[in-house]
């Protein structure tokens, strides 16, 4: 798989299919964009499953922090890496020891591990690198362009929004 650039249909199939997300590197501190993303992520109905050794058995925004992916009792169908490009290598490693394997594992932005992606990818595991699945699914929804951003798609679709609490766009949406 060419890593510089994925195709939009690849990243709208895997936040359409992924329900589960191990999000390791998840922190405390609602400054830090681990902490953004997992709430962001939580909002749009994933479950995410934070993972950080120096946290676990605690909580975060009502789940439980597990120490390493190993303790989480249920499979995943995610992994995202909130760690830095060489740490990247043995938390894939970890992952492609799960039983069954996640069906994704997802580098945060400025982390790329071409070593891990290819023995990922031999197993089967889809690898998507120095991407954001909370910057994707805002642009991939729309939503980002609320904010006044480009999302480099322009559509005359009327938009779906969430039938709950504070609306927001959806990337499920007949017809995408």
Not at 120 to 140: Q, S, W
Request: charged share 25%.
């Amino acid at each position: 798989m060419n890593h510089d650039s994925y195709d939009d249909a690849l990243i709208r199939r895997i936040l359409r299919e992924v329900k589960t997300v191990a999000l390791v590197g998840a922190s405390a501190n609602e400054a830090r964009p681990s902490w953004i993303v997992t709430k962001y992520l939580l909002d749009r109905g994933y479950d995410v499953i934070p993972v950080n050794p120096g946290l676990a058995g605690q909580t975060l925004l009502g789940k439980t922090i597990y120490g390493a992916l190993k303790d989480i009792p249920q499979p995943v169908d995610m992994v995202e890496i909130f760690r830095n490009s060489e740490a990247a290598g043995p938390i894939t490693e970890e992952a492609l020891g799960l039983d069954p394997l996640p069906k994704v594992i997802w580098m945060q932005l400025s982390v790329r591990n071409d070593e891990a992606a290819a023995k990922a990818e031999a197993r089967g595991v889809t690898v998507i690198m120095n991407r954001c699945p909370k910057i994707e699914y805002g642009r991939l929804s729309g939503e980002i362009g609320w904010q006044g951003i480009n999302s480099r798609i322009l559509s005359a679709k009327k938009p779906v929004l969430a039938g709950k609490g504070f609306q927001k766009l959806t990337i499920n949406r007949p017809g995408t």
